[in-house]
């Protein structure tokens, strides 16, 4: 069974920070690179932010400049620093692998609002 399980949402003020956690129950990069998803009210699944076992990162505009991406190849573990939040940040935070074979975890509920 290959499962994720994400925390370290919460609820945050605009202009706030937050740091996800995506553990893995196997190696991380098994599947190819790994990805953080996010998910809003009415709204499809988005990709936030890319790395690839190389350290090579990639993000969606929107968080340029205020989202890092990482990951702890020993903890099997990826990393979202997430800086400066907005309210339209607000979303159901997921990880998985850019060809997303691991099974989808729940996720990690993220609330920007004053």
């Known amino acids: 069974q290959v499962q994720l399980v994400e925390s370290g949402g919460g609820l945050v003020q605009p202009g706030g920070s937050l740091r996800l956690s995506c553990a893995a129950s196997?190696?991380?990069?098994?599947?190819?690179?790994m990805v953080w998803y996010r998910q809003a009210p009415g709204k499809q699944r988005e990709l936030v932010a890319t790395?690839?076992?190389?350290?090579?990162?990639n993000y969606v505009d929107s968080v340029k400049g205020r989202f890092t991406i990482s990951s702890h190849n020993a903890k099997n573990t990826v990393y979202l620093q997430m800086n400066s939040l907005k309210p339209e940040d607000t979303a159901v935070y997921y990880c998985?692998?850019?060809?997303?074979?691991?099974?989808w975890g729940q996720g990690t509920q993220v609330t920007v609002s004053s």
């Open positions: 998985n692998s850019i060809t997303t074979k691991w099974d």
């Open positions: 196997g190696s991380i990069f098994r599947f190819g690179a």
């Open positions: 790395v690839t076992s190389g350290g090579s990162t």
